[in-house]
């Protein structure tokens, strides 16, 4: 009888842990304001900005089981008529898979207030930092925009403290962050500090990736410690704000990126591969070279 009674709990343990692999589509900086002189340019000769229509094409052509949105889902002022008419068309495909983490965009209206509507229960708390588990995976949703997020994102504010308790209660082995402002990046807005104490948390627990956005390019790292300097047991980062509403060089574009690959010339979505104990990554573009631009695959920690 014990025997069985165990052989029961295993299987239930098994099918409660969810699929061994899931694939995650992840982009931020999407959609074009109505308004925008570049909305009905969608092709790339007429400018290559409001090419949120393409990439959406991307993304849903993945077939994801959760799409990561990074933030600024709506430009330039996030109308509840925009959601409906502009993003809903788009990306809109993948609500029910939707992951919304909080941009700066969507700020521009009070308290976030047509973003939380629009997504209604896909926003697990208002105050836009909560973990879920996807497949073998916890994912960590933050919010960088520290001063619109009670008490910020530094040491003892209750956002990095609860971080830091939820990092710690997490039994799997495998941790993804997300949160719209790059802690690192070499694109027009250039490294934060805002998210440094956060990142640091991230560190001290090992966690493997943290997406995000904000910046209009392209850029994968390789795992770093919180001074920004290479570490094997480092967090790796990727910015992907490339959704189609614009992306841009750096000011500076002849200086070396810090990173392991730079692309600031086109649109594109990355794909994630979230196994067990492992990921692997495309960066899928727009009228590139090749389908997958950037490609790789690491082990947790």
């Known amino acids: 009888m014990v025997v069985i009674v165990l052989v029961v709990l295993w299987l239930l343990s098994r099918c409660t842990a969810g699929p061994s692999t899931v694939r995650v589509a992840a982009v931020g900086d999407m959609v074009c304001d109505p308004a925008d002189p570049n909305f009905a340019n969608t092709a790339r000769d007429k400018g290559d900005n409001c090419r949120h229509g393409a990439v959406s094409d991307l993304a849903v052509a993945l077939q994801p089981a959760v799409f990561l949105g990074l933030g600024d889902f709506q430009y330039e002022l996030p109308k509840a008529a925009a959601y409906r008419s502009v993003y ?50 916890h994912v960590v949703v933050l919010n960088s925009n520290c001063a619109a997020v009670a008490g910020g994102c530094g040491t003892g504010s209750p956002q990095q403290e609860w971080l830091s308790h939820d990092l710690q209660a997490n039994g799997r082995k495998c941790v993804l962050a997300a949160w719209h402002h790059p802690r690192w990046s070499t694109g027009i807005a250039g490294h934060d500090p805002r998210t440094a104490d956060l990142y640091q948390t991230l560190y001290d627990h090992g966690v493997e990736l943290v997406l995000s956005g904000h910046d209009a390019d392209y850029e994968r790292f390789g795992p770093l410690d919180p001074a920004g300097k290479p570490d094997d047991k480092g967090v790796r980062q990727f910015v992907i704000g490339t959704g189609g509403q614009a992306h841009y060089r750096p000011v500076e574009s002849a200086a070396a990126p810090a990173g392991e690959f730079a692309d600031y010339d086109h649109h594109g979505v990355l794909e994630l591969n979230l196994a067990p104990d492992s990921y692997d990554w495309k960066f899928h573009v727009l009228e590139g070279e090749s389908p997958a631009e950037d490609a790789g695959r690491a082990s947790c920690h």
């Open 88 to 137: 809903q068309q788009s990306y809109g495909r993948l609500y029910a898979k939707t992951i919304p983490v909080f941009g700066n965009q969507e700020y521009k209206v009070q308290d976030a207030n047509t973003f939380t509507d629009y997504f209604g229960s896909r926003i697990l708390d208002p105050k836009g930092y909560w973990s879920q588990e996807v497949g073998r995976w």
